[in-house]
């Protein structure tokens, strides 16, 4: 077997091989293949890349049809139940386990670094009241890039340390301050005393108690919710922050644009279309009615396929398991019934099974959010905080990749050439 493409071209009847590596072709290599040598040769056209691999990357494995998600290498199974979110960054980051002195000093650098300079607070309370939290989370990690000007430095690797810190770090204090703003409550400092988890809920909810005690199992189901959204390979905002930062621009503008992918309903706003959903839904009872709208194409099942995942998505399966330890603490959402039956009926029901519509990450993690008295503006605030590691482990890779170049696709111009320009007075005289 040799490991290449035979590509005759029906216009020439010229044949080229074309070496196949990793289940790809280079495309750069079809540009041989050309009518005559003043003429660009053949290009793909990809809008979206749905075929297309930017990058190689050793940080995140995917097998849609499996239905399997691992961190360098380990199952996402394993680390949301054995491991937590800083354990799961380093090894994100680091692309290994720690030993417990690399642990306990990463624990401390990310905890030592959730403060912000006073003047991120006065730059934040400066929003208006209602500002969206995601417009304010996204503003303000850009911001950072004005308060490390050193963070540019991108070629010094303790450089790109201490800045991978700081945003992992200062990324609850952010969003926490994101959603006491549209509350119109004071904002709270970080208690270095906390876990990750546990200080970001004392941000959030704290008020004139001297010490903020989350209950454990809310801080333990919000740790394993960051660590299942850490990183999902090449997707719409891993590709922005390494689309931002293959400009070699600092990691702080290329997260900022990363999380302005996230903010865009396509991408990070399915929960909230499912709690929508099933609040139109009401009761049991409405079920078959609206599974028949759906399957007369009248709307969708949200939170029902994917993408990627052909089968159970993973993450749909752990987090239908911190529901129930969410649900303990916050009493049941009535909806969550409502759910779990239009799961079972969907689950076998002809139309979902042919085209292998299974939940995915979104289907249950609204209703824990919601539990957790977070207003939808909120949900894809959370979603960014446990994506960060994830986007700094990609940009980083990014940074040490020597194939990788300023990020440059190409275009299919269909515009208008060569007219003659006639200036304005003449045109409207
Ligand atoms: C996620 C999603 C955009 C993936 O879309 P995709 O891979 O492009 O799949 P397609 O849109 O081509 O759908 C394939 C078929 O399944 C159907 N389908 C896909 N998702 C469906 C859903 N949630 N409910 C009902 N039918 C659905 C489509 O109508 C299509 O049917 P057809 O072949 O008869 O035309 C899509 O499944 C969806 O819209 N889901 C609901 C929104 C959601 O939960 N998004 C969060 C993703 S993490």
Redesign the pocket.
Known sequence: MTDSLTVRDNRTGAEYEIPITDGTIKAADLGQIKLNDDEPGLATYDPGFVNTASCRSSITYIDGDKGILEYRGYPIEQLAEKSNFLEVAYLLIHGELPTKEQYENWVHEITFHTFVHENVKGFMQGFRYDAHPMGMLMASVGALSTFYPESRHIEDPDNRHIQIVRMIAKMPTLGAWSFRHAQGKPYIYPDNELSYAENFLSMLFKMSESKYAADPRIAKALDVLFILHADHEQNCSTNAVRSVGSSQVDPYSAVAAGIGALYGP?HGG??E??LKMLRRIGTKDNIPAFIEG??N?E???????????KNY?PRAKIIKKACDDVFEVTGVNPLLEVAQELEKIALEDE??VK???YP????YSGLIYEALEFPPEMFTVLFAIGRTPGWLAQWLELTQDKEQKIARPKQIYTGARTLDFVPAEERWA
């Open positions: 396509l399915a929960n279309a499912v759906v399957k194409g709307e969708r099942l949200m939170g029902f396929g994917h993408r990627v995942y998505d139309y979902f085209r292998r519509l995915n990450v979104d289907f």
